[in-house]
């Protein structure tokens, strides 16, 4: 028997676990018992969960079971408790107490715990299996990933409480006076609010820094039942507080839009009712109109917090606006701050979307809006409990299903034909297949140099296994020097008459190399693709087609995998290492990525053309790749271009390849290459200052730039929203670069 409880969290009144338990065979039933200190048998609530990561580590393959558990039971401070686990005749027995609960908490504990992890028995069996399947090197990329990950669990209640507004920053803000005082209005469905949780949310209402607000209150609970007692002292005590019995329960909309109808600011602010703001929450707010004087829509943002309110937990730090992300997932949720006007404009929430209203709302709001800006701060604490999605997701099935709706009307209003929307890694995650119109020719353009078995293993593998057929091959010969490949050109292109074979004679620059493959190209579409590749999604091609067909993308790229079926490539972000980088780098295909990143499409400022599909005409309107960048950032170079041109750049998930990388060009391991590669860096940044010095708009500048995963920045190292550091060889370049642009410029003058 293996088990692990990933997450303890104490409720009000109960502890609640997470985890998961397998046995020798994955048919193995475990049973559970939860008993008190005495040892006494106690009532408990278990609910079993899918945990696919665990069965494809430990089985190689996702089984169509339940892997992992919810228990909850009743908790009383001071107190021992022990949750006792039996499996094939195994039994663990794992004590639970206040200060146990703590000390595992601590990122001390769980780096120990890692350790222990990568030293016990088990770990190695599990690496000597993984070295005879996939050898060595394999190995030794997988025990380095394991291992830099011991720092990725920065205690976030420590962080927040490193980051979060000072006492003299409050006071600050408090003082403060804007030229501008936007009235807001936040808008509260009440209904049978616990008077605990009411009090924290108005207390922290009361207690913002930025004064020009009131607060919309609607209470649908059953004459009011004990909601009204508490309310009305607040607005005895505060005139801004306003409070309206409806004497029925509308559901979540229709009480949401009594409360609208109540307000009189300039700007309504969706809020829950037993969820808290941080006391600048809209003090940040005002700013930004302040400075964006034409945003009617702004969101920030946001935090978990338990149900004693004592512990936040599980940050989700956002991208700016990114609306293929949104219709994968609701990412924006809270906080939520629309014009007065603008909602006025798209209506209200609409009850046939009820359970996700909001992700309805927000897609009407931000279709119209005419400046979206989010706050890349944490504004909003979520309360987590056993009912809410944000902690059970299977507990409110039908929201998702709602969801899924919403996002198919969002397409139908923006004229984008989509067939369907499917639940996705999880719930709450949604993938789109969207229709291809015409069956265009797609041209794939794939330089070559010898490598004659990649090359063909690449190839004939979309043409026998690939789903969609109106392709053609552009094979770039680039400088082979075995015979047995010129003979290879010969008889694949016999074979397969869509394969043609055009020279490159000239010394190795990929751009160039692909500007010549492209003007051989007869597709509409062109998808560039590295010769070490393989696909493994047999609809990949459709999958890219599917967004890049559409009139705003100009770029679409795929999700690509080493052969250990770690990620090679799942978007790229503008300032990791210092210039860009991939994310998610040597990350399972099978583990959660952070907010299930990894397994959304989404809108990155860049993704790699060791698989990327683009429109000809767009090609052609950016010029193609640059030509001054021989080997490195060509492809980043080339979706920046786009990008300039108002187009977006799609993460596509579902479009899943093997990458075999570096099998067509060696490293840069001599001096001279080194210096080649630190050239381009150069160039590169001197070309995209900006969004080096100020960050990628579709990263968070809370998120470190050192790492792949999404984790939080080590404040030890690096402030928030300060770029990397580029190495001082790379700087006297960019210095030396701008010296001789003086100079040519003056001597023209």
């Known amino acids: 028997m293996k088990q692990n409880v990933d997450v303890v969290r104490i409720r009000e009144n109960s502890i609640q676990l997470n985890g998961w338990v397998i046995g020798k065979t994955p048919e193995s039933v475990p049973e559970f018992q939860v008993t008190d200190g005495?040892?006494?048998?106690?009532?408990?609530?278990?609910?079993?969960?899918?945990?696919?990561?665990?069965?494809?580590?430990?089985?190689?393959?996702?089984?169509?079971?339940?892997?992992?558990?919810?228990?909850?039971?009743?908790?009383?401070?001071?107190?021992?408790?022990?949750?006792?686990?039996?499996?094939?005749?195994?039994?663990?027995?794992?004590?639970?107490?206040?200060?146990?609960?703590?000390?595992?908490?601590?990122?001390?504990?769980?780096?120990?715990?890692?350790?222990?992890?990568?030293?016990?028995?088990?770990?190695?069996?599990?690496?000597?299996?993984?070295?005879?399947?996939?050898?060595?090197?394999?190995?030794?990329?997988?025990?380095?990933?394991?291992?830099?990950?011991?720092?990725?669990?920065?205690?976030y209640a420590e962080w927040y409480s490193l980051t979060k507004p000072s006492d003299e920053e409050l006071k600050r803000q408090r003082e403060e006076v804007f030229a501008w005082t936007p009235k807001f209005s936040i808008v509260i469905p009440l209904y049978k609010t616990p008077e605990r949780y009411l009090k924290e949310m108005l207390d922290s209402i009361l207690g913002q820094t930025y004064g020009n607000w009131e607060l919309c209150l609607v209470d649908g609970s059953p004459e009011g039942e004990d909601v009204s007692r508490i309310v009305k002292k607040y607005t005895g005590k505060d005139s801004r507080v306003k409070y309206k019995i409806l004497g029925y329960n509308g559901g979540i909309s229709v009480n949401t839009n009594a409360a609208i109808e109540m307000a009189e600011g300039e700007f309504i602010v969706l809020a829950d009712h037993d969820d808290a703001m941080t006391p600048d929450a809209l003090y940040e707010c005002a700013k930004v109109l302040n400075e964006h004087p034409y945003c009617d829509v702004i969101y920030s943002d946001e935090d978990k917090m338990d149900m004693d309110g004592g512990a936040l937990f599980d940050p989700h730090f956002k991208p700016d606006f990114n609306p293929d992300l949104l219709t994968s997932v609701n990412y924006i949720c809270h906080q939520f701050i629309v014009k007065r006007e603008l909602v006025e404009q798209v209506g209200g929430l609409r009850k046939e979307f009820d359970g996700a209203q909001d992700y309805d709302f927000i897609f009407r709001c931000t279709e119209k809006a005419n400046e979206i800006v989010h706050i890349p701060k944490v504004l909003y604490h979520w309360r987590c409990h056993q009912d809410s999605t944000a902690?059970?997701?299977?507990?409110?099935?039908?929201?998702?299903?709602?969801?899924?709706?919403?996002?198919?009307?969002?397409?139908?209003?923006?004229?984008?034909?989509?067939?369907?929307?499917?639940?996705?890694?999880?719930?709450?995650?949604?993938?789109?297949?969207?229709?291809?119109?015409?069956?265009?020719?797609?041209?794939?353009?794939?330089?070559?140099?010898?490598?004659?078995?990649?090359?063909?293993?690449?190839?004939?593998?979309?043409?026998?296994?690939?789903?969609?057929?109106?392709?053609?091959?552009?094979?770039?010969?680039?400088?082979?020097?075995?015979?047995?490949?010129?003979?290879?050109?010969?008889?694949?292109?016999?074979?397969?008459?869509?394969?043609?074979?055009?020279?490159?004679?000239?010394?190795?620059?990929?751009?160039?190399?692909?500007?010549?493959?492209?003007?051989?190209?007869?597709?509409?579409?062109?998808?560039?693709?590295?010769?070490?590749?393989?696909?493994?999604?047999?609809?990949?091609?459709?999958?890219?087609?599917?967004?890049?067909?559409?009139?705003?993308?100009?770029?679409?790229?795929?999700?690509?995998?080493?052969?250990?079926?770690?990620?090679?490539?799942?978007?790229?972000?503008?300032?990791?290492?210092?210039?860009?980088?991939?994310?998610?780098?040597?990350?399972?295909?099978?583990?959660?990525?952070?907010?299930?990143?990894?397994?959304?499409?989404?809108?990155?400022?860049?993704?790699?053309?060791?698989?990327?599909?683009?429109?000809?005409?767009?090609?052609?309107?950016?010029?193609?790749?640059?030509?001054?960048?021989?080997?490195?950032?060509?492809?980043?170079?080339?979706?920046?271009?786009?990008?300039?041109?108002?187009?977006?750049?799609?993460?596509?998930?579902?479009?899943?390849?093997y990458h075999y990388e570096s099998k067509s060009r060696g490293l840069e391991d001599t001096p001279e290459k080194v210096a080649r590669f630190n050239r381009e860096v150069a160039k590169f940044a001197k070309k995209w200052p900006e969004i080096l010095k100020n960050g990628d708009p579709y990263y968070n500048p809370n998120l470190t730039l050192r790492k792949s995963n999404f984790a939080l920045r080590d404040l030890k190292k690096e402030g928030i929203g300060q770029p990397y550091e580029l190495d001082p060889a790379i700087k006297e370049l960019m210095k030396e670069a701008s010296e001789q642009e003086t100079t040519s410029e003056a001597q023209k003058g």
């Open 38 to 155: 005495k040892g006494k048998p106690m009532e408990f609530r278990y609910v079993a969960t899918r945990r696919d990561d665990v069965s494809q580590i430990y089985y190689g393959k996702t089984y169509d079971k339940d892997f992992g558990f919810d228990i909850q039971f009743p908790y009383e401070r001071g107190k021992d408790y022990y949750l006792v686990i039996c499996c094939d005749g195994r039994k663990v027995k794992i004590k639970y107490n206040e200060e146990l609960i703590g000390k595992r908490a601590s990122v001390a504990h769980k780096r120990m715990q890692k350790i222990k992890d990568l030293m016990n028995m088990e770990t190695v069996h599990v690496a000597w299996d993984f070295f005879k399947e996939n050898g060595l090197k394999a190995l030794i990329v997988k025990s380095t990933h394991k291992i830099q990950g011991l720092d990725n669990d920065y205690d």
């Open 391 to 657: 902690s059970n997701p299977q507990s409110k099935l039908y929201a998702f299903e709602a969801g899924s709706r919403a996002i198919m009307e969002h397409y139908h209003r923006m004229g984008i034909e989509a067939e369907k929307v499917e639940k996705g890694v999880d719930y709450g995650i949604y993938h789109t297949t969207f229709k291809i119109k015409d069956d265009p020719l797609v041209s794939v353009i794939i330089p070559n140099k010898d490598h004659r078995q990649d090359l063909d293993l690449c190839i004939r593998s979309m043409i026998t296994r690939g789903t969609y057929k109106n392709l053609e091959f552009v094979v770039i010969e680039n400088n082979s020097t075995d015979p047995e490949t010129f003979a290879y050109y010969e008889a694949i292109q016999k074979e397969f008459p869509q394969v043609r074979v055009v020279t490159w004679t000239r010394e190795f620059n990929y751009s160039a190399i692909n500007n010549f493959g492209v003007q051989a190209a007869k597709g509409q579409y062109l998808l560039f693709l590295n010769n070490d590749t393989e696909l493994i999604a047999e609809n990949f091609v459709e999958e890219m087609l599917g967004f890049c067909q559409r009139e705003d993308v100009g770029a679409v790229g795929a999700r690509l995998l080493y052969q250990d079926d770690t990620i090679q490539h799942a978007g790229v972000v503008i300032g990791f290492g210092g210039v860009a980088g991939h994310t998610f780098i040597g990350l399972h295909k099978a583990e959660n990525s952070y907010f299930h990143r990894a397994m959304c499409a989404q809108d990155y400022s860049a993704v790699t053309a060791a698989c990327m599909m683009s429109k000809k005409s767009v090609f052609d309107a950016v010029g193609g790749f640059s030509e001054d960048l021989a080997v490195a950032f060509n492809d980043i170079d080339y979706c920046m271009k786009v990008r300039s041109l108002g187009k977006l750049v799609v993460y596509a998930p579902y479009a899943l390849l």
